[in-house]
């Protein structure tokens, strides 16, 4: 292409160039001589002598239909040269700097109130063995010891169901007593195990549960060992080791599985570490602070900043509130995307309701295609759930166009509304969002 841009205009009369002697060739373009001469330096055109009569040569050489089907593709390329010359360049944007956001302001922290579950584990573990039996038949025996750690006497009021079928092997074998004395073979249970009624799904674990099977770290003291504020010594679940928080983290992973706890790592920091710890429907946060050697290890129902564990307000929160909190939170983790995001102005009596420092709307449910659940399922749910936790949950009447139900158990009340929402479910419907309040207006 540079050899045809270079012989298009063959014909043009030579021009005499005072300072370029022996540039006067016939078959050069000396247009493009002058132009490249004002851009150029001198020194171009001592070497450019032999190259134009290189040029020329070559281009005489080719046939004349050829040469004339060259001299368009010259204004061609010209064109488009001077085009892009002649274009203006975009100017570069200079990136805005960014702002630096307002940090925000701490938020209270919530501390649970709870005996440490691991002081309570030694002594319950001796006393769950019951020797009193009347028939030591060799049947019921090995199953015994097996669900004595079942036993919690931490909490009498919610028996593990894995006790009914030793229960009732016990009361067989004490009507029966002929049958269990003339079989000494271990393999005459498995016979009429068959005949025994199948044993019922154990229920999910609870708050006391979680606390109770958590893991306690070797070696390590109460307290926070001065590292946290004395507020948070009240807390159910506080230690401190004299270890680094990335091996108090290592550690805690491990003992966390081999416990059958699902670990999420969250904030990790050099001295601080925030692990989710699921445990069935229950979630808490591991929170590990280092400082002066040590590490403080505390669970608190919210994930927290370093900030905010230093400087922001705690507020203690007593077992009842935090069983009625974690039920809660359940619900919306157990339902899912068939739940939307809460907002006040979709209910049908959003007047009602203006007041949000007296009502929380907790959920809501979601559109139509995404078959949410209905007002009467969810009244179920919270009923069953919180009266299989040791809460009263009695009708209070109505408020906002819905139901209401008075929540108690010690010390707590609260007040729990469904009221309707202008988003219809998939039998045409009106949705449903959970309202919780202080007291029933």
Known sequence: MPITCKIKLTKIA?????HAPNL????INRIMFVYFQKLRPSQFFLQYNAIADGIAEAYDSLPANVRFCLRPMFYLALGLHLALLFSPLPQESKPAEPQPEPSPTPETVKIMRLPPPQKNAPTAAPKQPTPKTPAPTAAPRPQVPTAAPVLPKANPA?????????????????QKPAESTASNSPDKPSTSS???????????????????KFPQYPGASAGSGE?????????????NVGEGVDGVGTKFEQLLAAAQFKVVPGTAAADFKVY????????????????????????????YSLEQLKTAQTDEM???????????????????????????????????FAD??????????????????????????????????GFAFSPAGSYGGGPSYQVTRGKLSRCVIFAPTNIPTGDGSAGTAVILSASCP
């Open 158 to 174: 919610q028996p593990s169901p894995a006790i009914s079928p030793s229960v009732a092997e016990q009361k067989q074998s004490e």
């Open 227 to 239: 590292i946290l504020r004395s507020e948070f010594d009240q807390s159910g679940y506080i230690y």
């Open 318 to 352: 007593d077992p009842d509130t935090t069983a009625f909190e974690t039920i809660t939170r359940q619900f919306g983790s157990e339902y899912g995307e068939r739940l939307r995001s809460p907002d006040p102005g979709q209910l049908v009596q959003a007047g009602s």
């Open 194 to 212: 068959p005949d025994s009624p199948p044993p019922a799904a154990p229920p999910p674990p609870t708050l006391e549960e979680f606390f109770r």
């Open 276 to 303: 989710s710890v699921t445990l069935g429907p229950i979630t808490q946060y591991l929170h590990l602070i280092g400082g002066s050697g040590k590490t403080a290890m505390v669970i608190l129902p919210n994930s």
């Open 14 to 18: 030579p021009i005499n160039l005072p």
């Open 356 to 389: 949000l420092n007296r009502f929380d709307v907790r959920s809501m449910t979601a559109a139509a295609f995404l078959s949410p659940p209905a007002q009467s399922e969810i009244i179920n749910y919270f009923a069953q759930k919180l009266g299989a936790d």
């Open 24 to 27: 006067n060739q016939p078959h």
